[in-house]
């Protein structure tokens, strides 16, 4: 088995813009599809991701012997930390979910997207239009773009994001226009040779919670002025798979 070693740099950091309710059943990457994403710029240090169990014991008497066992569940406050910018327009909103008692969604995007993918991409006029890309090997939910010699079916336009809504088979799937969403539908004419792109996104977790903090940390000389945050997540964590 090849060693696979995955670094921190190139890590992105997102809050949502508006805040959300906390449901009382586990999350899914479903509940985070209407989320518009803010990036908190300068990432300087990532905090912990996913759960633990809170530690109970229980004293045996006829044992002579403290037996361990496992309680809620929870996923513990993480700290995520920035070189500050007073007009980063995600940090300004850290700062400001600090100020209220709501909970906010949160994506944390890790280093690890494929390597993009291009070739040469057949889509019928239909209802839905069917995307013909020979050995295309992607998932559903896969980012694509398109360009163009000519003109595309109307229903898409060259450079937009698209997604892969349904996989026909190994050289044929459908698409959509947010992750999820309806097939699209393709009418009109075309022309042209049409060329079909990837967008690669890496593995990302995603949760909702509290900002509990948001300071400005100075420290020495050499130091760089930071925004250190503290989020209580609420949720479970998400665990989305890099695509592309």
């Not at 979910?97 to 944390?108: I, Q």
């Not at 799937?173 to 049409?194: C, E, P, Y």
């Amino acid at each position: 088995m090849p060693i696979k070693v995955s670094p921190v740099a190139g890590s992105r950091f997102y809050i949502g813009s508006a805040p959300v309710d906390v449901p009382d059943v586990d999350v899914t990457e479903a509940d985070f599809a209407a989320v518009t994403w803010i990036e908190v710029g300068q990432y300087e240090t990532m905090g912990n991701s996913g759960d633990s169990a809170q530690g109970n014991t229980v004293n045996l008497l006829n044992r002579r012997r403290t037996y361990n066992w496992k309680g809620s569940r929870q996923a513990p406050q993480r700290s995520d930390n920035f070189a500050l910018n007073t007009s980063d327009p995600g940090q300004i909103a850290m700062i400001a979910a600090e100020a209220t008692d709501f909970n906010y969604p949160f994506k944390v995007e890790l280093n690890g997207a494929p390597i993009t993918k291009s070739a040469t991409a057949t889509i019928t006029i239909a209802s839905p239009g069917v995307v013909t890309w020979t050995g295309h090997n992607l998932a559903a939910n896969t980012a694509v773009k398109f360009s163009t010699t000519g003109a595309l079916p109307t229903g898409l336009t060259a450079g937009t994001t698209y997604y892969v809504k349904t996989v026909l088979d190994a050289d044929t799937f459908t698409l959509s226009a947010t992750k999820g969403g309806t097939a699209i539908v393709t009418t009109g004419s075309q022309s042209g040779v049409h060329t079909a792109t990837t967008v690669p996104a890496g593995p990302q977790r995603l949760f909702m919670g509290q900002v509990s903090a948001a300071e400005e940390g100075m420290g020495g000389a050499n130091n760089a002025q930071m925004l250190n945050c503290t989020v209580l997540p609420n949720t479970n964590y998400v665990r989305v798979a890099a695509l592309g």
